[in-house]
């Protein structure tokens, strides 16, 4: 059972589905894009508790995939507790999906470095925080996701408008927010890190990627880490992981610095900057290594077969059943693909579907990734 079916659900749907797994895909809304290759669907509302242990007796399924973070994770002790498997665990879910407790776990608990961090629930909160950790600092919604809610504050004048923003942009029902230190980094990165049920941890190469509205617009892989800051980035993630239990992939970002790597958030699933090892980088991509993971089957190494990058395509009004323009130009390219992930409305800024670009290692990465930039910029979102 799938508990989120965006276009990360549906890639691992395609992967799960390949190895013989039937799949019940649940959303918010009917005709989600994993809903479309799996088995069985749902629409409920994953924040009601009731609802959501209806569907679990319903189905009664053997393992359960939380692919967004709105989702009433405190019942998912109850479920493993019944012989249900929760990916990666029922912990690692319910730590990941509150930046508090991931954050705590990582700084307080396990020694990790991170950025100076305090939390807020009301408006005065904020100021006082704000005048803590001092000026520019970032502010999050301790639950979102796709960096909603995020921004940073730049003057005292900006505190107000980054509290309503948060707010707004914040998942569930938790209205707290936390307040970060502003790294001054030169990297920031993806670890794709696959912890195995039996098998040894194993780490995909760096992915770099950059944002915009707190939303990732391209990623490209390899990105070049040096030796030392890998170490100690590939020390921290297994660290936090294990701690975490459990089998699966997980997203886990740093920021690198001058003084070092910084442990920022992590995931405990497909990370939307992975979308780049569809492309064929690796031997394997993220929703494959994560199949694999989860089913508890073996994975005997992960290879970079080549350079890649991933950039969005984005829809730019309100709309409904959207159709593209561009694609066959698009393909005209080599070292290119496309995927449309099938969502069936569009809002402002809403990632309808992503470009891919590769070549071999002996390419500039830089020239990869300005490729797919310049090809998803001639793809436009058409709507009703």
Not at 134 to 162: F, N, Y
Not at 245 to 251: L, N, Y
Request: aromatic residues 8%; contains cysteine; hydrophobic residues 40%.
């Amino acid at each position: 059972m799938l508990l989120g079916s965006g276009e990360l659900g549906k890639e691992f749907v395609i992967a799960v589905k390949r190895l013989g797994q039937h799949v019940i895909a649940v959303d918010s809304y009917e005709g989600a894009p994993a809903m479309q290759v799996a088995d069985q669907f749902e629409v409920i509302n994953m924040l009601d508790g009731a609802a959501l242990d209806a569907i679990v007796s319903k189905h009664i399924p053997d393992i359960i995939v939380p692919e967004i973070e709105a989702i009433r994770t405190e019942r998912f002790y109850e479920y493993e507790k019944n012989g249900i498997q929760v990916v990666p665990s029922a912990k690692a879910a319910n730590f990941t999906m509150n930046r508090k407790a991931i954050r705590d776990l990582a700084a307080k608990e396990l020694g990790v470095k991170t950025a100076n961090y305090r939390y807020a629930t009301t408006l005065d909160e904020l100021r006082k925080s704000v005048s803590e950790v001092g000026l520019p600092c970032v502010v999050k919604p301790l639950m979102s996701s796709s960096g909603k809610g995020q921004s940073v504050i730049k003057t005292e004048a900006d505190i107000e408008k980054s509290w309503k923003y948060a707010v707004e942009g914040s998942r569930g029902d938790i209205m707290e927010v936390i307040v970060e230190e502003f790294i001054s980094f030169h990297t920031e990165i993806t670890l794709l890190t696959v912890t195995q049920k039996n098998g040894p941890t194993l780490f995909c190469e760096p992915i770099g990627h950059r944002q915009e509205r707190g939303d990732y617009q391209e990623s490209w892989q390899p990105q070049f880490v040096s030796h030392e800051h890998l170490v100690e980035a590939q020390q921290m993630a297994d660290k936090v992981t294990k701690a975490l239990t459990g089998s699966g992939i997980w997203g886990v970002e740093f920021f690198l610095g001058n003084d070092g790597v910084y442990f920022s958030e992590l995931s405990p699933r497909p990370h939307d900057t992975g979308m780049v090892t569809l492309g064929g980088t690796q031997n394997l991509s993220e929703f494959e290594l994560h199949a694999r993971a989860v089913l508890g089957l073996p994975i005997a190494e992960i290879v970079q077969e080549k350079i890649g990058a991933s950039a969005v395509v984005l829809a730019d009004k309100d709309g409904i059943n959207p159709t593209f323009t561009g694609i066959e130009e698009a393909l005209t390219n080599t070292g290119t693909d496309i995927r449309i992930f099938g969502k069936p409305t569009t809002r402002p800024y809403r990632r309808m579907g992503v470009v891919l670009t590769y070549g071999d290692l002996s390419q500039d990465v830089q020239a990869i990734k300005n490729k797919a930039i310049a090809i998803a910029g001639g793809i436009k979102v058409i709507t009703e």
